[in-house]
């Protein structure tokens, strides 16, 4: 906690801050009085003053009214202005000091160390930030609260960027590291690369415009700070390289800041629980809300990944989507939604949960109407932000009264199934849909496909194991039809008009089912009955809600009646083949839970009144 503190004195509090340092354990003790600081010196002394252990009790109060105390005397503090940070790793109680400091105006920010903290509802109180930082990740979650609290209580064209925020690693038998960071078209000033690390490593800094670089080491803290000077831009690479051997992995923390450019808005992130207080049953599901905006305008085409403390965990990633799927409500509105189902959330080790926020990408911005209108009728309609990248602290989540439960959340409904195209001298079908996950649009497929159940088998020419796909991604399945059989259904040969419908619906490796896709048919008539059809060939498409696509039936209760009110020779059969695609399963890796993965299974039949067989055109592409 001191090392990130004194990270925090050193790098990232701008001269002119006043700071005083206070302790608490069953009394307060002041270690530093309120200082301005104005000089290299001042930081060092506060560096100096930080307390380096801690023990006894935990008096909140006490250590409150001192810190109100000391802001309250300081002949420069301007009360509504000032913040109190308050950290702490045990219980015990506030008594009577929040009113009071409330209504002062100053704002407390609260960081729970450990699940033995008792600080939760003191930060909303006074307007401020709760965080959780687990023992798993102190390191990376203390420095990205201090370093967030140098700069609250700004103004967001003030307010600096986190643009990365991670532990890296040499391993043992290498010698350097090096990565990559990008700063988007909104900022680029004042950008600096803080490296905490243990032994002795060196930083080198390269950049896309070649800007110089200032580079500074206080082997003391220890602690390397990189200035870039100038607008800085596009890509930025650094360098890390170890200056003695060392028989073990070297770890370092890499934090990396910039400020908005000038008369840029800037690109504002924010989270909101759907709920911070949680008690848990079968039904819980952690759903939470990421917005990013510059200013009015979304911004879209974004990965982006809630990071949650789970507590004795590793940290969980878990992707938001702004796609529509899942339980995002309305695709492309720059609100990226996400959740995590009850069986999946691990609250052995305790109650608190932290999140933070890790965006990646390229930023795409809706141009205006009248830009959209002047780039022609192929136009995007976007703007480039350029390639994206942020990290920021979300909030905690309280979850009461945990215990293990069960799988009953299902994958999620497909939305899209198409008829992509149609081979008509082969018979096969092709049909396309974009992958749902194991619950609803998240999971993590484990193992292939195993089979396949079919009647024929050979009706099937896709390799099936292709269908165990990253959820979003679009699947392909091809089908011959005539290779299944119809007079087992009851069906023949000498219709006019043969017609399939195609729907399908997802399992999750519980067995949960998904809904019903929509239905898709493709149409073939037979040459050999009535000429007039012959300028027909096929006829292929989706059906849309309440409105009929060509001669597609409107849901699939009413199927077989549109058909025999559009084509009087079309038999009323409601016959179906029922194809499932199985897989087997492992347990569930929740400690990398992404949206992007999927164990679902695809149940896929085919309802067919008539068959025939036409060989006109090789391919017929469906006409929406």
């Known amino acids: 906690m001191a090392d990130s503190a004194s990270v925090y004195i050193s790098a990232y509090l701008k001269e002119g801050t006043a700071v005083g340092i206070v302790s608490f354990q069953s009394s307060a003790y002041l270690h530093a009085d309120m200082r301005e600081i104005t000089s290299s010196a001042d930081r060092s002394d506060l560096i100096s003053a930080l307390p380096r252990s801690a023990g006894g009790g935990t008096n909140i109060e006490v250590g409150l009214n001192e810190c109100q105390r000391i802001l309250r005397n300081y002949a420069g503090a301007r009360l509504a202005e000032s913040r109190i940070l308050l950290i702490g790793d045990g219980a015990g109680t506030v008594g009577s000091s929040i009113p009071s400091i409330r209504a002062d105006g100053i704002t407390i920010d609260t960081v729970l160390f450990g699940q033995g903290a008792q600080l939760v509802g003191i930060a909303q109180e006074t307007g401020g930030t709760e965080n959780f930082v687990s023992d798993d990740s102190s390191v990376e979650g203390l420095q990205l609260f201090f370093t967030e609290s140098a700069f609250r209580g700004c103004s967001s064209e003030q307010t600096d960027t986190i643009v990365q925020n991670k532990k890296v690693v040499i391993p043992a038998g290498e ?75 070297e770890e370092m923390l890499v934090t990396v800041t910039s400020s908005p450019l000038p008369g840029v808005k800037p690109v504002v992130i924010s989270y909101k629980a759907r709920e911070s207080y949680v008690e848990f049953d079968k039904d819980t599901q952690l759903i939470g809300y990421v917005g990013v905006f510059q200013e009015y305008s979304p911004v879209l085409n974004l990965s982006v990944h809630i990071l949650l403390n789970q507590p004795g965990r590793s940290v969980l990633s878990v992707k938001y989507v702004d796609n529509g799927s899942g339980k995002d409500s309305t695709p492309n509105d720059g609100i990226y939604t996400g959740f995590v189902p009850a069986h999946m959330i691990d609250g052995a080790g305790g109650s608190y949960f932290g999140v933070d926020v890790d965006v990646t990408g390229e930023g795409l911005l809706p141009a205006p109407v009248e830009e959209a209108k002047s780039r022609g009728r192929r136009s995007t309609g976007y703007s480039s932000l350029g390639k994206f990248s942020r990290i920021s602290s979300g909030s905690v989540i309280v979850v009461k009264n945990w215990e293990s439960v069960p799988d009953i959340t299902p994958p999620d409904r497909i939305t899209d199934l198409t008829i992509h195209k149609v081979s008509n001298s082969k018979d096969v079908v092709t049909l396309i849909w974009t992958a749902p996950g194991e619950d609803l649009n998240i999971g993590q497929g484990t193992k292939e496909i195993q089979d396949i159940k079919l009647v024929p088998r050979d009706s099937i020419i896709t390799n099936v194991s292709r269908l165990q796909a990253k959820a979003g991604k679009r699947l392909e399945l091809q089908i011959k039809t005539s290779s299944i059989p119809l007079e087992p259904l009851g069906l023949n040969i000498s219709t006019d008009i043969l017609t399939f419908y195609f729907r399908v619906k997802a399992y999750d490796s519980s067995n949960n089912s998904a809904e019903w896709s929509n239905p898709v048919t493709v149409s073939y008539y037979n040459p050999t009955t009535k000429e007039s059809h012959r300028s027909m060939a096929l006829m292929a498409g989706t059906v849309v809600g309440s409105a009929v696509v060509l001669a597609f039936a409107i849901g699939l209760a009413k199927i077989m009646h549109e058909y025999k009110s559009k084509f009087q020779n079309i038999s009323r059969g409601n016959s179906y083949i029922s194809v499932t695609v199985d897989s087997l399963f492992s347990e569930n890796v929740i400690e990398e839970l992404d949206y992007s993965d999927t164990s679902s299974a695809i149940e896929l039949t085919v309802y067919s009144p008539t068959y025939s067989h036409i060989d006109d055109n090789d391919y017929a592409e469906p006409d929406y």
């Open 175 to 249: 010698s350097f590291l090096e990565s990559v960071v990008y700063l988007d078209e909104t900022i680029g000033l004042d950008t600096k690369i803080v490296v905490s690390y243990n032994s002795e490593v060196n930083l080198a800094v390269e950049t896309e415009k070649n800007l110089t670089t200032t580079i500074t080491k206080d082997d003391s803290l220890p602690l390397i700070v990189a200035m870039l000077k100038g607008e800085a831009g596009g890509y930025i690479k650094y360098t890390i390289t170890k200056t003695v051997r060392i028989e073990s992995d």
